[in-house]
T-cell receptor, first 114, second 113 residues
Framework: EAGVVQSPRYKIIEKKQPVAFWCNPI?????LYWYLQNLGQGPELLIRYENEEAVDDSQLPKDRFSAERLKGVDSTLKIQPAELGDSAVYLC????????????FGEGSRLTVL | GDSVTQMEGPVTLSEEAFLTINCTYT??????LFWYVQYPGEGLQLLLKATKADDKGSNKGFEATYRKETTSFHLEKGSVQVSDSAVYFCALRDTGNTGKLIFGQGTTLQVKP
């Protein structure tokens, strides 16, 4: 069974440029998460989807960050414009339903903003 | 709000040494508790979990016991191997039952031959 797939693995951009990250969750997983992981820190939730609905986006900085999950499968996280402080690893995770508590993570997308 | 605190790393051990990584939590209810591990170049993966007080989670020789009285979930292994070198994250599932995981800051373990 394929795991959670994220792309790109690495991205280097200049500040004020836009960037987008893509996530393909495990087949059949209805719940999808985007987490932010700063260097030396644990992951912090940005947004959670149940199918195509964003049910928890309270931690998403909506002035520059946006996300979508069309058709309740793949998801895209966008930053526009990027700032130096956005340099981090962006993690996508999925789970069959919120009951299990076990999240399956992708390898992450490492963003460097210069 | 709910939170998790882990011992700071890095933790450096020789092969076959005993490992303890401390984890304590703050929560208003009785959350499920988890240890996730991140091997170099890989994504986080679940190591073990416990869903109620006094439960013991175990996997790959690692163990952790849910201690309600001390609000702790310390990770232990009797004899570490070089292949255990990784970053270990303690986490709790928020008591609002949304499925949201709250993570500690992670503890890096380095095992030397």
């Amino acid at each position: 069974e394929a795991g959670v797939v994220q792309s790109p693995r690495y991205k280097i951009i200049e500040k004020k440029q836009p960037v987008a990250f893509w996530c393909n969750p495990i087949s059949g997983h209805n719940t999808l998460y985007w987490y932010l992981q700063n260097l030396g820190q644990g992951p912090e939730l940005l947004i959670r989807y149940e199918n195509e609905e964003a049910v928890d986006d309270s931690q998403l900085p909506k002035d520059r960050f946006s996300a979508e999950r069309l058709k309740g499968v793949d998801s895209t996280l966008k930053i526009q414009p990027a700032e130096l402080g956005d340099s981090a690893v962006y993690l996508c995770a999925s789970t069959p339903g919120q009951g299990s508590g076990e999240l399956f993570f992708g390898e992450g997308s490492r963003l460097t903003v210069l | 709000g709910d939170s998790v605190t882990q011992m700071e790393g890095p933790v450096t051990l020789s092969e076959e040494a005993f490992l303890t990584i401390n984890c304590t939590y703050t929560a208003t209810g009785y959350p499920s508790l988890f240890w996730y591990v991140q091997y170099p170049g890989e994504g986080l993966q679940l190591l073990l979990k416990a869903t109620k007080a006094d439960d013991k989670g175990s996997n790959k020789g690692f163990e952790a016991t849910y201690r309600k009285e001390t609000t702790s979930f310390h990770l232990e292994k009797g004899s570490v191997q070089v292949s255990d070198s990784a970053v270990y994250f303690c986490a709790l599932r928020d008591t609002g039952n949304t499925g949201k995981l709250i993570f500690g800051q992670g503890t890096t373990l380095q095992v030397k031959p």
